[in-house]
């Protein structure tokens, strides 16, 4: 009998997931342990591993579609074997029509242009045909069945719109100079061409413009909400609603660190030692929760739980959001052994390749736009925790140092908490332990 693989949960919050693409096709020999497609969970995109040895019989489900968790993906089995009755069911409706979005590429893609090339180098065509052996390429068509049409799309860039217009107005695409990203045809392109005179190259007036003051900001369009970014709005909407949020800003004198972190780099540069503001922030609010561990708790409704290491997570920003991966025992580790494994938490979590226990379990959190020169401002709590802290960027500014007036470098940190756990004078204590700790950077180096 044909094994069945199903949707696992692969994070604590996941409900569904989407399957980005196929690393196996149908009729591939499997062996246990290896990697047969990319799953985009509620955090990041994991890799779907075979627990069975035998041959790919039959794909389920589409590239690009959502799958609740237990939902039959695949069967595994002998060469020959009939696949049992879960492949019926398998294949969610999809979309119709010449306007709909194609199953393999809608939900995979951020709502940001930069992921889409990561739909389309998929290894093999075949997830996208239906379940059964019978090969169907004609389903991984992206365009109306039209003939003219699929040779001009190779040669040149066209939006939907502009394609549409461009039909309905009788204007020859293929004529049209197109002053969008990349030379794509816009909506603006066709309307100059069809005023020129029809199938005619752009009127001069529109040729000669500024490619900047021509076409659309983008073009219209509806993109489906990725789980990442559904996740996102679900827990930050449940935070802000049902945690009672305030706000707490200090200013730092930031030129003690810089110049630390100046001498470190200098010294260390041969040994590919490179630290950053974000690294002393993260070393010193771990050594700040040390000195004020109130902060270091999360409200589970009738208890307050304290915990007893500071695991520190940091914002990094992906293409359809962000993700926190986690500092463990950020108190316990040296500040270059926090730089270099936030350095490669950052990496992973931009590649979306983090594991569960990488984006799980903290229990503080880092979120910092000063490298953006966002000079302050104000996070929203990221639950279970009981506080978050938002960097700014590094300010000169004239400031009173021994009575005179210097040009100082300033660092506004302002502590979003939860008033249900940490009072507002708990959560000043431990600005301040920060505070000293960031004026005197020599203390994270011990």
């Known amino acids: 009998m044909a094994n069945i693989i199903e949707m696992p949960k692969l994070s604590d919050t996941m409900t569904v997931g989407t399957l980005v693409r196929w690393l196996k096709k149908e009729g591939d020999p499997v062996k246990s342990g290896e990697i ?135 204007v020859d695409p293929a004529r049209i100079a197109g002053s969008g990203p990349g030379g794509r045809i816009v909506r603006a392109d066709v309307v100059a061409a069809a005023a020129s005179g029809g199938n005619g190259a752009p009127s001069p007036s529109a040729s000669s413009a500024p490619a900047a003051s021509r076409g659309p900001l983008q073009d219209d369009k509806v993109v489906p909400v990725s789980n990442v970014r559904g996740t996102i709005a679900r827990r930050l909407l449940e935070s802000k609603t049902q945690v009672p949020h305030y706000y707490l800003d200090i200013e730092v004198d930031a030129g003690p660190l810089l110049e630390v972190r100046e001498q470190l780099n200098a010294a260390l540069e041969k040994e590919g030692v490179k630290l950053s503001v974000n690294d002393f922030v993260l070393k010193a609010s771990a050594e700040a929760l040390r000195r004020v561990p109130a902060v270091n708790s999360s409200w ?28 463990r025992d950020a108190h316990l580790k040296t500040i270059f052994a926090i730089s270099s494994e936030a350095k490669a938490l950052g990496m992973k979590a931009k590649a979306k390749k983090l594991a569960p226990e990488e984006f799980t379990g903290g229990t503080f959190c880092v979120t910092n736009l000063g490298m953006m020169g966002i000079d302050r401002f104000c ?62 950077p020599a203390l994270l180096l011990i």
């Open 36 to 170: 047969l497609a990319e799953v985009e969970t509620d955090k990041a995109t994991m890799e779907l591993e075979s627990f069975f040895d035998g041959e790919l019989l039959a794909i389920f489900v589409r590239e690009g579609t959502q799958v609740a968790i237990g939902e039959a993906l695949c069967a595994i089995g002998k060469h020959g074997e009939e696949v049992s009755a879960p492949a019926a069911k398998a294949p969610p409706p999809a979309p119709t029509g010449p306007e709909a979005p194609p199953p393999s590429a809608a939900p995979a893609a951020a709502p940001s242009p930069s992921p889409a090339p990561a739909a389309a180098p998929s290894p093999s065509p075949a997830p996208a045909a239906a379940p059964r052996p019978t090969p169907a390429p004609a389903t991984v068509s992206k365009a109306p069945p039209a003939t003219a049409p699929r040779e001009t799309a190779a040669r040149f860039k066209i939006s939907p719109l502009a394609r549409r217009l461009a039909a309905e107005k009788g």
């Open 300 to 327: 589970e409704g009738s208890a307050i739980r304290y915990y007893s290491a500071a695991h520190v997570s940091f914002a990094v920003a992906i293409d359809d959001g962000l993700i926190t991966p986690v500092v």
């Open 379 to 440: 996070a929203i709590i990221n639950p279970p925790n009981a506080a978050i802290l938002a960097v700014g960027t590094i300010v000169r500014k004239p400031t009173v140092k021994d009575g005179i007036i210097v040009i100082g470098q300033r660092m506004t940190l302002t502590l979003s908490g939860d008033h249900r756990v940490v009072d507002g004078a708990v959560g000043a204590a431990y600005l301040s332990a920060l505070r000293d700790l960031l004026e005197k």
